[in-house]
């Protein structure tokens, strides 16, 4: 996908697949974190 030229739909879609992503990588955090 070329941001340039991305519909706002395909770059919401993006946004949302990121989020996702991050809000694993915060979960895992806070439980490694609250397991110590």
Known sequence: MNIDTATADELYRLLLDVQD????????????????
């Open 21 to 36: 992503r991050l809000g694993y990588l915060i979960e895992d955090d806070l439980l490694t974190l609250a397991g110590r």
